[in-house]
């Protein structure tokens, strides 16, 4: 006769419990990604606050941005603060190139704490130059069907300045250079030299909204006929 033996399962070793604190700071972490995703790869509204893109866009235009058109970015700031040895302001990963004649809004290489948006003119490797207020790109006339001049072709600088004459330079790697499409008003690359690709945000799409309120006019005016025009 054999002593019945009571076969029990091996004991599973006990999965040692997260801390609370170490559960909220893994909450917030992942709150963190998911809205610097958000933030930096969606569609974002901006007002048109001056003239340097006239005709294009006029002050008082609500745009739309579309900031995954060239990859994902992480914005400048985490709700405004810098993080130090965070890679805040740069591309994650790229899906398309930055071409001529996108209308970009980017951040000023002057004033890091605003953004611009101006027209791409040239990309790494061109090389532009200005003549008379006229852009030539790779030693020629380029087509420029934007361009906008409220200067009579008299009363232009003809020695060196930024805004008439320029160049020629070379555009490096990593680089744009950018011009408003209202050239006799546009503070652009002519000035403050290239921008960096990681600077600029995203690609103008649409004009969403368009108010006049010019100085005449006490009462904003809604320019109807701007609602939903495409940036070309």
């Not at 419990?17 to 909450?27: F, T, V």
């Not at 805004?163 to 020629?168: I, S």
Request: contains cysteine.
């Amino acid at each position: 006769m054999h002593d019945s033996v009571s076969l029990e399962p091996p004991s599973t070793p006990r999965r040692r419990k997260k801390s609370a604190a170490r559960e909220y700071i893994e909450a917030f972490g992942v709150a963190i990604i998911i809205a610097l995703i958000m933030r930096a790869s969606l569609v974002q509204a901006y007002v048109i606050p001056s003239g340097s893109m006239i005709p294009t866009l006029e002050i008082g235009d609500h745009i739309l941005v579309n900031k995954i058109r060239f990859g994902l970015r992480l914005p400048d700031s985490m709700f405004g603060l810098k993080v130090p040895g965070f890679p805040l302001g740069h591309y994650l990963c790229r899906f398309e190139p930055v071409k001529r004649g996108d209308v970009v809004v980017l951040v000023s290489p002057v004033e890091p704490d605003i953004d611009l948006i101006k027209r791409v003119v040239g990309v790494a490797g061109d090389v532009v130059m200005v003549r008379g207020g006229k852009l030539f790109l790779n030693g020629k006339p380029t087509e420029d069907p934007h361009a906008h001049y409220e200067i009579a072709d008299s009363a232009r600088a003809r020695g060196p300045n930024p805004r008439d004459n320029l160049g020629p330079v070379t555009v490096p790697p990593g680089k744009i250079f950018l011009m408003g499409d209202n050239r006799d008003d546009s503070y652009d690359s002519r000035f403050w030299g290239f921008a960096d690709l990681d600077a600029v945000e995203g690609r103008a799409i649409l004009i969403y909204g368009s108010w006049d309120k010019s100085a005449d006019a006490k009462v904003p005016r809604i320019r109807w006929d701007r609602f939903g025009r495409l940036v070309d």
